[in-house]
Every structure is written in structure tokens, then in C-alpha cells.
């Protein structure tokens, strides 16, 4: 099993994906450099995290959450309800 680490960043990503249905290069807002978005999907692609599912006009990769993918947003949707709903306490 790789090892991985679900930073704040790495979670906002998620659940941008989920609240979006899909993510491309030019649609996502947290990268300015290439580098760092492809970095984020190969990192997100190995973990079993999200899928390819397709290209744009432009060709540009769509990319979607994968059923585990989703599993996982669920979870951290209901933990950050849950914390916010406590105060953070």
C-alpha cells in the first residue's frame, strides 16, 4: 500500500473534483505551474484516487473522481462537518 498524506491542499483538490464532477488543467484553480497540477494528479492517479475519463476540445485529460475516490471525499465531508459542528473542539 503506498503511503500517502491528505494535506488541506490535497483535500481541498478532492473535494473540488467532487463538487464538480471533473477536473482539467485549465478548469482547476489551485496550480499556477503546470508542474505542480501534474505533480497532484499523478500523486492522486497512483493512490487509486481519480480516474481519466476522457479529453476536452483542447485535449486536455478530464479527470473524475474514482469509486474509492469518492468513498474518501464522503468521508472528509463528514469530518470537516463534523469538526465545524463542534467548533473545532
Known sequence: MPQFHLTRKVQDFL????EKGQITRKTQPF????????????Y??????????????NNEKIWVLSEKG????????????????ENGR
Open 31 to 42: 496550480y499556477t505551474f503546470s508542474m505542480s497540477y501534474y505533480m497532484m494528479i499523478s
Open 70 to 85: 469518492k468513498r474518501v471525499c464522503s468521508l472528509l465531508k463528514k469530518i470537516r462537518k463534523l469538526m465545524e459542528g
Open 15 to 18: 473535494l473540488y473534483i467532487y
Open 44 to 57: 492522486l492517479k497512483n493512490l487509486g484516487l481519480i480516474v481519466q475519463n476522457g479529453f476536452t476540445e
